[in-house]
């Protein structure tokens, strides 16, 4: 009654070894096509992001994550203070800085 829907299955001389290749090749395909547009890409972002972290001094104008804007006041190994306006300091982990902002950009606001 199912024999409709399931059909039957018939080996062929010489198409199992052409068959495998194929499916290597494409297995090699999609690998690079993963490897090109997602692991590379997010490996140099990261990277970057990195650099931006190690490059933090103090007076820089930067936003976190959270939209916050402010000036660095104080910079240790996993935190900043950051002055986001006069005579209010908050502690921000280093990891949450998204951009470093050119100077000048606090007086403008």
Do not use: C
Not at 26 to 47: D, E, H, N
């Amino acid at each position: 009654m199912l024999d409709f829907f399931i059909s039957e299955a018939h080996a062929e001389g010489g198409a199992a070894a052409g068959g495998g290749i194929a499916q290597i090749v494409m297995l090699v395909g999609f690998v690079l096509i993963f490897y090109f547009l997602l692991w590379r890409p997010q490996s140099k972002r990261a990277k970057q992001h990195k650099q931006l972290i190690g490059g933090l001094a103090k007076g820089d104008e930067i936003v976190i994550g959270g939209g916050l804007i402010g000036r660095i006041t104080k910079v240790t190994d996993d935190f900043i203070s950051m002055e986001i306006a006069e005579g209010t300091e908050v502690n921000v982990q280093k990891s949450a800085v998204a951009a470093v902002l050119p100077k000048g950009t606090l007086k403008s606001l």
